[in-house]
């Protein structure tokens, strides 16, 4: 664990991982390949107190008993924000790169190797693969936003927990654009959105305001907080339109 990206991360942070790597490398013996940081705690977005670890493991093989032994273990590791991992072995791991694009590539080139070989061996994703998905995510994302909209009362309160949650799901969507349409992709998520406006031509000034809210920089009150909702909303279907005007005249 010397990945210069780890010396950005809380000691408590470096600690906990360090300790969930030699525990779970004894929990699953020889068939650990690879055990691999992703997300944000692997692009330098970590926001410690608010972001999760996300962790993927490579194993030679997936049996039933290895699972249910890490599920009582992972209890533990809960606790400290350690998402319960993705399990795959080589062969999964070669499918998801056709089969979601999107992610593959994220995690592809934002990871960071905790122990084992690096698993992703550079091969290529299909762009055209990539552009369906970055449309069909985002539609989805707003479809499952107004239904959750609708099942939280629409109070202020399931807004406050929706909108950086639809924002967290888009954002891959933004970089997978793009890499599709070959534009330098900024570092980080407070560098990105400034740029979508120009970049993807939409009004991005609602998304920019719910990453500043999910960071604690602003905190809208009880008036302002629909009318957020409500800008956001407007800013997720614009970016749909966007997004099938540019496919429909090959851009993507």
């Known amino acids: 664990m010397t990945h210069a990206l780890l010396e950005t991360l809380p000691d408590e942070v470096r600690q906990t991982l360090r300790s969930y790597v030699k525990d779970t490398a004894t929990l699953f013996g020889g068939v650990v390949q690879s055990i691999v940081l992703y997300g944000s705690a692997a692009r330098g977005d970590y926001l410690p107190g608010r972001s999760n670890l996300n962790v993927m493991m490579v194993l030679a093989t997936l049996e039933l008993d290895g699972l249910k032994r890490y599920a009582k273990a992972h209890r533990r590791w809960s606790a400290e924000r350690i998402v319960v991992p993705l399990f795959l072995t080589e062969s999964d791991l070669d499918i998801s790169r056709e089969l979601y694009p999107l992610e593959y590539v994220e995690m592809q080139e934002h ?23 970055c449309e069909q995510e985002i539609h989805g ?22 909108l950086p949650l639809s924002l967290t799901a888009l954002l891959p969507c933004l970089r997978g654009l793009y890499r599709v349409l070959r534009a330098p992709i900024p570092s980080a998520a407070d560098l990105l959105l400034p740029d979508v406006s120009a970049t993807l031509q939409v009004d991005a000034a609602a998304l920019q305001d719910v990453w500043n809210f999910k960071r604690g920089v602003i905190s809208p009150g009880p008036m302002e907080m629909p009318r957020l909702f409500e800008r956001y909303v407007s800013a997720l ?12 005249e090959g851009r993507l």
Not at 111 to 133: C, T
Request: charged content about 25%.
């Open 111 to 133: 990871h960071v190797v905790l122990a084992g070989r690096d698993p992703f061996a550079g091969q290529p994703v299909d762009l055209g693969r990539m552009a369906m998905q």
């Open 237 to 248: 279907e614009q970016l749909m339109r966007r997004v099938k005007t540019m496919r429909a």
């Open 141 to 162: 994302n707003l479809l499952r936003l107004r239904q959750r909209f609708v099942e939280g009362g629409g109070t202020i309160e399931a807004i406050g927990i929706l």
